[in-house]
């Protein structure tokens, strides 16, 4: 197999009004708004999650595009840790693997490397998967799909391994019980997650080994990703602010 590649070109940051005018240039009023507001509001979380992460999908959907592909892809402790949990599921050999919250698929692009097994990537933002398409391009036996984590259009036990990449902690306790419950509905044999614990204005925080535990389902591994660090960022919880955890379904 070959993989293009996709460098991302090194640009200076132009400054705050310019890169204003080009938001609502590019994307319009809505955008720019959205952008300034995620900008502005970091003092305020409660008020921030208020007004800018009351409906998750608008938020992804605005979130996005160019921008935000070039902003995770200039972060090289991204690329690093996608490396590393695709080193993690592929010593798994599932061989089928579907990634619910796909985004504009780093993760998936990075299992490819390592896995010649039908992918599916599912996102509930069209931005996203607009991305994706074009990221993705000339890679074999990965389909990209617009859907909801909490309805996944697939049948039970559809998918050999199923991922969830910092997902489930963008969505509220309601959403993330039923997305949780949907990954154990499709997946045969594994269910994997790199799910941080810490909370944000658009982070909800769960510790999603405990909730395999205390669902009586056995884990194969959990812990914290490597480079993330093992602290739990001051809460007294003793959870890492990072973990990653598989559960061995076929054994529930």
Not at 13 to 28: C, Q, S
Not at 143 to 157: E, I, K, Q
Not at 228 to 241: A, Q
Request: proline letters at 7%; one cysteine or more; charged letters at 25%.
């Amino acid at each position: 197999m070959t993989f293009p590649n996709h460098p991302v070109p090194d640009r200076p940051e132009p400054i705050l009004p310019v890169r204003a005018w080009h938001a609502w240039r590019d994307r319009g009023a809505r955008y720019a708004w959205h952008k300034a507001l995620r900008r502005t509001l970091g003092q305020w979380p409660g008020l921030k999650r208020r007004l800018v992460y009351a409906d998750a999908r608008s938020y992804w959907t605005l979130r996005g595009g160019d921008d935000y592909f070039r902003e995770q892809e200039g972060q090289a402790a991204r690329s690093e840790r996608a490396r590393w949990l695709a080193e993690q599921i592929a010593r798994y050999r599932p061989e089928s693997i579907l990634e619910v919250g796909c985004g504009y698929g780093k993760q998936l692009r990075a299992l490819r490397h390592r896995l010649d097994v039908p992918m599916v990537g599912l996102d509930f933002s069209p931005s996203q998967l607009a991305q994706g398409r074009d990221y993705l391009a000339g890679l074999e036996r990965i389909d990209l799909v617009l859907g909801s984590g909490r309805a996944l259009p697939f049948a039970d036990g559809a998918f050999d391994l199923v991922l969830t990449s910092a997902v489930i902690l963008h969505n509220p306790p309601p959403a993330a019980e039923r997305i949780r419950r949907e990954v154990l509905r499709v997946a045969r044999r594994w269910a994997a997650h790199n799910e941080d614990t810490d909370v944000s204005y658009n982070r909800y925080g769960y510790d999603t080994a405990s909730w395999y535990r205390a669902a009586g389902i056995p884990l194969a591994e959990a812990g914290p990703i490597p480079g993330r660090g093992t602290g739990d960022g001051g809460r007294g919880t003793g959870v890492p602010d990072s973990q990653f955890c598989v559960a061995r379904l076929w054994q529930a």
